[in-house]
C-alpha cells in the first residue's frame, strides 16, 4: 500500500494487519512522521486510541496533537474515546492525563503459565 510506504517501518507495521484501515491521524516533524494516532478499535459510540511516537519526538507534543485530533474527529463524528494503558506505563499515563482523561477501573490481565 502507497499510504503504508510513506509512514516510518515501525509506524507501518502496526497498521500492517488490519483491514480496512482505521482512521489515523499523523503529527508530522522535519518532512516526516513523528506520530500517529488511530482508533484500532471502534464502535457506533466508541473508539479506543491507539497511539505511537518515534522515540526521537517522545515528550515534545507530537502524540498528544495526533491523539487529540483522532479524539475531536471521534467526538465530530458522535464517538467517545477511551484509552487503555499498562499501570507501569508512565509515558502513557501522562499522556491520557494531558488528554483529559481520569482514571475509572482497572482491567485484569490473564497470563497464561507454562
Not at 44 to 73: E, K, N, P, Y
Amino acid at each position: 500500500d502507497p499510504l503504508l510506504g510513506a509512514l516510518p517501518r515501525s509506524l507501518a507495521e502496526e497498521l500492517v494487519g488490519i483491514r480496512p484501515f482505521p482512521r489515523a491521524f499523523v503529527a508530522l516533524a522535519g518532512g516526516g512522521a513523528a506520530a500517529l494516532a488511530y482508533a484500532f478499535v471502534e464502535s457506533t459510540s466508541w473508539l479506543d486510541v491507539s497511539i505511537d511516537t518515534l522515540s526521537a519526538f517522545r515528550r515534545s507534543g507530537f502524540g498528544t496533537s495526533a491523539a487529540a485530533a483522532l479524539m475531536a474527529d471521534g467526538c465530530a463524528r458522535g464517538r467517545g474515546a477511551v484509552w487503555g494503558a499498562e499501570p507501569h506505563n508512565a509515558a502513557s499515563l501522562a499522556l491520557a492525563r494531558r488528554l483529559g482523561f481520569e482514571r475509572c477501573g482497572g482491567v485484569a490481565i490473564l497470563v497464561e503459565e507454562d
